[in-house]
């Protein structure tokens, strides 16, 4: 081996060594378990109470300085109409950031698609948000440990720290993450930790007059979140894919995916 | 030995001691693994205090009570009293010195968000009073007819 060439290489072996010094070092073999066992948040959504007015997503929009024009949301509605046939169609027009004010579903290349309404036999609304999963495929992906699950199981993306590789969007099976044309990171809901961590309300489920939208502990026995989610008949989106979610639903069809 | 090879030892220790420091410096001392373990809890602790400090901007309407109590009274009497005040005029930020005043929207977009006959029939949307929006005296401001603080039919 030459000298030079000696030298290029252990250079490289040492750099590469020295990087991944902080995973060896700190590597745990069994997953610690969350400190605070009293605390785990957990998110109930009613589409039987939703009707589609988007001040969900306007609030989110608002209080997260998510940019209002760009077509990225953290929070979002989505329409369904089932027809007398089995047809289904759905839309979801700018997130509903204006609600859904038109009989007219959005078909995207195919047009605006107007169901009479003695065709319809189901129709109804589902809000959409980061399912905080207690086992996050967005955070498994993340190269730079710049997305992580808190001890309280929320899901956050740290902004100086996310190289916006974009692994996490792709990673996500609910397509909940998108990146920030602003910030230029990965973004998601936080289920407003900095309102939650305060004692309050997320800013979703605050601005829903029909109380479609709860936060709650799931830890805690009492709370009308968790209740719900251990008595009422509840769904999760996606259980194959084995996630987790926190995000439980009353009344879901098997056409929500 | 030779000066041949302690001189590239020399080297590569130099380096290595190089990449430890600047990784000392460069990596905050609170990342590391935290309470989820080593692969949903990789981060720097730091970052969870940073979200906690994120601006509120939404501030409910027990806070509009304060000073607006004459609307909060009237509307949580009629119709429109699960509506919280800041879905129609904004989030508060620091009103009223910042901004002084909330916007009043009177755009027919806003009622029809709630109000735009859609046929639901598995959603409480069909529960609302729908109107056509086409044919509902079309190019009206809603409130010009409507009190948005209080909707009844029978006070108009």
Redesign the interface.
């Known amino acids: 081996m030459k000298r030079r060439e000696f030298l290029k290489k252990t250079a490289v072996f040492i750099s590469g060594a020295s990087v991944s010094l902080s995973a060896l070092e700190l590597v745990d073999p069994k997953e610690v378990l969350a400190k605070n066992p009293d605390l785990r948040w957990g998110f109930l959504v009613n589409t039987y109470k939703c009707v589609g007015c988007g001040m969900c997503v306007k609030a989110c929009k608002i209080e997260n300085e998510i940019p209002w024009d760009a077509n990225v949301t953290r929070t979002w509605v989505e329409r369904y109409v089932i027809t007398k046939e089995g047809k289904v169609l759905a839309d979801s027009p700018k997130g509903a950031r204006d609600g859904f004010t038109s009989k007219l579903i959005d078909r995207a290349a195919e047009g605006k698609e107007l169901v009479p309404d003695k065709e319809i036999a189901q129709a109804f609304f589902v809000p959409k948000l980061c399912n905080h999963c207690t086992l996050p495929a967005c955070v498994q992906v993340c190269p730079v440990g710049a997305t992580y699950s808190t001890k309280d199981g929320v899901v956050l993306v740290d902004r100086k720290w996310c190289i916006g590789c974009g692994y996490c969007i792709m990673g996500c099976p609910y397509g909940v993450r998108f990146f920030h044309p602003v910030v230029h990171t990965a973004d998601k809901c936080t289920f407003c930790y900095h309102r939650i961590s305060k004692g309050g309300n997320t800013a979703c489920a605050q601005a829903c007059p029909f109380g479609a939208r709860r936060i709650g502990n799931l830890r805690d026995p009492n709370d009308p979140v968790a209740k719900a989610v251990l008595t009422e008949r509840v769904g999760i989106l996606r259980d194959e894919y084995g996630t987790k979610p926190n995000v439980y639903y009353i009344g879901l069809n098997k056409e929500v995916h | 030995m030779k000066g041949?090879v302690w001189r590239?030892l020399f080297?590569?220790i130099g380096?290595?001691a190089a990449?430890?420091v600047f990784?000392m410096f460069y990596?905050p001392a609170d990342?590391?693994?935290?309470?989820?373990?080593?692969?949903?809890?990789?981060?720097?602790l730091g970052?969870?205090q940073?979200?906690?400090?994120?601006?509120?901007?939404?501030k409910?309407t027990e806070y509009c009570n304060e000073c607006h109590d004459d609307k909060v009274e009237s509307i949580s009497k009629s119709g429109h009293g699960?509506?919280?005040c800041?879905?129609c005029h904004?989030?508060a930020f620091n009103h009223p010195e910042d901004p002084e005043k909330l916007t009043v929207d009177r755009s027919r977009?806003l009622c029809?968000?709630?109000h735009?006959e859609?046929?639901?029939?598995?959603?409480?949307?069909n529960d609302?009073p729908g109107i056509n929006?086409k044919t509902h005296n079309e190019g009206m401001e809603c409130s010009e007819c409507h009190n948005p603080h209080n909707p009844s039919l029978e006070e108009m």
């Open positions: 041949h590239p080297v590569v380096l290595v990449i430890l990784r990596v990342f590391g693994v935290h309470d989820q373990g080593y692969t949903f809890g990789f981060h720097r970052n969870e940073e979200w906690k400090q994120f601006p509120e901007k939404y409910g699960i509506i919280p800041e879905d904004g989030a977009a029809l968000r709630c735009s859609l046929y639901m029939p598995s959603s409480q949307r609302l929006p």
